[in-house]
């Protein structure tokens, strides 16, 4: 079964862009949660959404956002990019959902110039 | 809103028992303990996942007291191949929370 995929893997932006992540999750798992890994914060749960519907959020500003399409797949948002939004974004399925066990993907990194 | 804490760091050698604490004071009725494992340039990897009392798999041992407010992940014969960080997680999607430790980069030398 394949795994979780996230593209693009790396991305290089300037502040005050946007920026789209999208991810893949395992076949049949109908929960996708993002994470944010930064040195100094560590790992942070942003949201997860579950058949479509945002189910938890984490404490970011609005400018994260996020959907999942009818096909499991989810994409995140984050708009006027700042410096401090450097980062490895991580995308999680899962079968029963946020917090049972989680499939990471290799994750996204984003550079923010 | 429940704090994890967990060591920095820890060292150990090849075939010895490892057990890593987690700390986590304000844990709220609902929420699960759950660990991880990441190596670098990959996402995190379950390890296993508890409510109270012991729980065991095939690589691992959760250990968690009565008042729930620490636990303690107990890695048997280590080997170089688990030198990693490991990340304590408490949470549940009925307080909406979700929060991780600082994680713990445990190193197996030879």
């Known amino acids: 079964k394949a795994g979780v995929t996230q593209t693009p893997r790396y991305l290089i932006k300037t502040r005050g862009q946007q920026v789209t992540l999208s991810c893949s999750p395992i076949?049949?798992?109908?929960?996708v949660s993002w994470y944010q890994q930064t040195p100094g914060q560590g790992l942070q749960f942003l949201f997860e959404?579950?058949?479509?519907?945002?189910?938890n959020k984490g404490n970011f500003p609005g400018r994260f956002s996020g959907r999942q399409f009818s096909n499991s797949r989810s994409e995140m948002n984050v708009s006027t990019l700042e410096l401090g939004d450097s980062a490895l974004y991580l995308c999680?399925?899962?079968?029963?959902?946020?917090?049972?066990?989680?499939?990471f993907g290799p994750g996204t990194r984003l550079t923010v110039t | 809103l429940a704090k994890t804490t967990q060591p920095i760091s820890m060292d150990s050698y090849e075939g010895q028992e490892v057990n890593i604490t987690c700390s986590h004071n304000?844990?709220?009725?609902?929420?699960?303990i759950t660990w991880y494992q990441q190596f670098p340039s990959q996402g995190p990897r379950f390890i296993i996942q508890?409510?109270?009392t012991k729980v065991t798999n095939e690589v691992a041992s959760l250990f968690i007291p009565a008042d729930r407010k620490s636990s303690t992940l107990s890695l048997p014969r280590v080997s170089l191949s688990d030198t990693a960080v490991y990340y304590c997680?408490?949470?549940?999607?009925?307080?909406?929370?979700?929060?991780f430790g600082q994680g713990t980069t445990l190193q197996v030398k030879p």
């Open positions: 999680a399925s899962s079968l029963e959902g946020w917090p049972y066990e989680q499939y």
């Open positions: 076949s049949g798992h109908r929960s």
């Open positions: 959404y579950f058949s479509e519907t945002q189910r």
């Open positions: 304000n844990i709220a009725t609902n929420d699960y």
């Open positions: 508890g409510y109270k």
């Open positions: 997680l408490v949470g549940s999607s009925n307080t909406g929370k979700l929060i």
